[in-house]
């Protein structure tokens, strides 16, 4: 079945440096792909999405571009802040609606 | 426009009682999803509703079930509760009908804990 693999964590960065989180997917046909945040105690936020192959998602300031040759959906940011510490969800839609999470991705920067 | 809006926030059970949790989900969206957090199994689909029908289920037992009612807000049960039980339920509404496949928007989740 399908499936979305991310990197472990936890990813311990000082501020302003750059992130790399890697996420790689398995599915048929061809999913939309989505990266979502979760802050402490908090539900699941829209960070940013992908529809097709070679589309770039970005939203304030994070970027992830869909690989199709290499099923990878990578998520990038020049400059973290304190206030991007939180947990990463890489995820795939599938034709049948239904969502499929990566395990997570902690994310800790430090000032 | 109002998000996602879950009730109760938090739950504290016990063994072998039920519980029904509540989603409205976001003005004009008729696809409800709800979903079970634990640290140990991440995140697990649990079943999809649009327009009042099951479209999807996951890989859960009969005792937990769901409905949607007109006005697209969905309530999920848990019967004879379990320890296990014990997650973040989070409920997530899009605008999916037949053809398209938007994103999904999220509630604040019920934390339910199973004493």
């Known amino acids: 079945g399908d499936s979305v693999t991310q990197m472990e964590g936890p990813v311990t960065l000082s501020e302003e440096a750059f992130l790399t989180i890697n996420c790689t997917y398995t599915a048929t046909g061809y999913p939309s792909l989505f990266w979502y945040v979760q802050y402490p105690g908090e539900g699941l936020q829209l960070l940013l999405k992908a529809t097709k192959a070679d589309d770039k998602g970005s939203n304030k300031g994070f970027e992830a571009t869909y690989r199709k040759e290499t099923t990878s959906f990578h998520l990038e940011k020049g400059s973290v802040q304190v206030s991007d510490s939180a947990v990463y969800f890489c995820a795939l839609r599938d034709s049948s609606y239904k969502l499929i999470f990566g395990s997570g991705t902690r994310l800790l920067v430090r000032p | 426009k109002a998000g996602v809006t879950q009730t109760p926030r938090y739950l504290i059970k016990t063994r072998g009682q039920q519980v029904t949790l509540s989603c409205s989900p976001i003005s004009g969206h008729r696809s409800v999803s709800w979903y079970q957090q634990t640290p140990g199994q991440g995140l697990q689909f649990l079943f999809e509703y649009f327009s009042e029908t099951q479209r999807n289920k996951g890989n859960f037992p009969g005792r937990f079930s769901g409905r949607q009612f007109s006005n697209s807000r969905s309530e999920m049960n848990v019967s004879t509760l379990e320890l296990g039980d014990s997650a973040l339920y989070l409920c997530?509404?899009?605008?999916?009908?037949?053809?398209?496949?938007?994103?999904?928007?999220f509630g604040q989740g019920t934390r339910l804990t199973v004493v």
């Open positions: 997530a509404s899009s605008f999916t009908g037949p053809g398209q496949n938007t994103e999904a928007f």
